[in-house]
T-cell receptor, first 116, second 109 residues
Framework: IAGITQAPTSQILAAGRRMTLRCTQD?????MYWYRQDLGLGLRLIHY???????GKGEVPDGYSVSRANTDDFPLTLASAVPSQTSVYFC???????????????FGPGTRLTVL | GQNIDQPTEMTATEGAIVQINCTYQ??????LFWYQQHAGEAPTFLSY??LDGLEEKGRFSSFLSRSKGYSYLLLKELQMKDSASYLC??????????WGAGTKLIIKP
């Protein structure tokens, strides 16, 4: 069982280009999340999905979009990348959304993105 | 606003005990999580507290006081592999996790 996979592992991107970060989980978790992690800051939620077919905005959604066509996949798209989107991006999933011990989030290995 | 505070960095000696504190102010409370994150890797789940008191799991223990908005992670018998960042996260009223910036723990021989 792989858990959560992300692709690519790292990417250097020219400003203005479109980029999709991929995330796939095989745990049949209902909820999925995208975070960015920047030095000196906590993980910040970009978008989330409580179940297939639904998505919601997190703390820092501007410049990003997501879709959740099925349970396993949750791609994150940067429509027109800017240097401030340089960060490490983590995808996570949990059995169910919300608080509680059953909602422990499990993380993918991350994508290191540099926008020049 | 919502806020999670942790020390930025701590240093401890191999074999010793270290306590990492976390204070929080959030809109609502739906549990507190501790995660470990080694450099260049993903966060991994360590512990979860929703009721006041101490939860023990091997060398790691986590304590919660909801009235004080306070938690700590206690690591015993420190090993070199415990060198990592430790992240505190709180579930808020919207059931989203609010994350602290993490505490970098340096273990010296």
């Amino acid at each position: 069982i792989a858990g959560i996979t992300q692709a690519p592992t790292s990417q250097i991107l020219a400003a203005g280009r479109r980029m999709t970060l991929r995330c796939t989980q095989d745990m049949r978790h209902n909820a999925m999340y995208w975070y960015r992690q920047d030095l000196g800051l906590g993980l910040r939620l970009i978008h989330y999905s409580n179940t297939a077919g639904t998505t919601g905005k997190g703390e820092v959604p501007d410049g990003y979009s997501v879709s959740r066509a099925n349970t396993d996949d949750f791609p994150l798209t940067l429509a027109s990348a800017v240097p401030s989107q340089t960060s490490v991006y983590f995808c996570a999933s949990s059995d169910s959304p919300g608080g509680g011990g059953t909602d422990t989030q499990y993380f993918g290995p991350g994508t290191r993105l540099t926008v020049l | 606003g919502q806020n999670i505070d942790q020390p930025t960095e701590m240093t401890a000696t191999e074999g010793a005990i270290v306590q990492i504190n976390c204070t929080y102010q959030t809109s609502g409370f739906n549990g507190l999580f501790w995660y470990q994150q080694h450099a260049g890797e993903a966060p991994t789940f360590l512990s979860y507290n929703v009721l006041d008191g101490l939860e023990e799991k091997g060398r790691f223990s986590s304590f919660l006081s909801r009235s004080k908005g306070y938690s700590y992670l206690l690591l015993k018998e420190l090993q070199m592999k415990d060198s990592a960042s430790y992240l505190c996260a709180v579930g808020d009223s919207n059931y989203q996790l609010i994350w602290g910036a993490g505490t970098k723990l340096i273990i010296k021989p």
